[in-house]
């Protein structure tokens, strides 16, 4: 069953301790960007669970959840340059 988003974002934490206060997962020393990185340069999810046994399904789908909060917010402004 999928989980509500608020559900879901709390698996994300941010810890000044842990990583140097980077988002990681359920405060394990697993990073967001880590996740993201490794998925993004071709690992699949399953590999990821295999290499971090400590993983669950559900915390991918929150790294995308928290993901899609941060890009629902960007805004993106056109700069100019001048020859």
């Known amino acids: 069953t999928m989980m509500n ?3 879901l974002l709390a698996r994300i934490t ?3 301790r842990i990583m140097v206060g980077k988002p990681t997962i359920r405060g394990m020393r697993i990073t967001v960007e ?9 690992l699949s999810e399953e590999e990821l ?11 991918f789908q929150a790294v995308f ?5 941060l890009v629902e917010e960007e805004r993106v402004y ?3 340059m001048s020859a």
Do not use: M, W
């Not at 880590?34 to 071709?42: D, F, K």
């Not at 669970?49 to 915390?59: G, I, S």
């Open 78 to 80: 056109p700069v100019r």
């Open 49 to 59: 669970l295999e290499e971090y046994p400590e993983l669950e399904k559900a915390d």
């Open 65 to 69: 959840a928290y993901v899609t909060a």
């Open 14 to 16: 941010v810890n000044n």
């Open 5 to 7: 988003i608020e559900n």
């Open 34 to 42: 880590q996740i993201l990185r490794s998925l993004s340069s071709g």
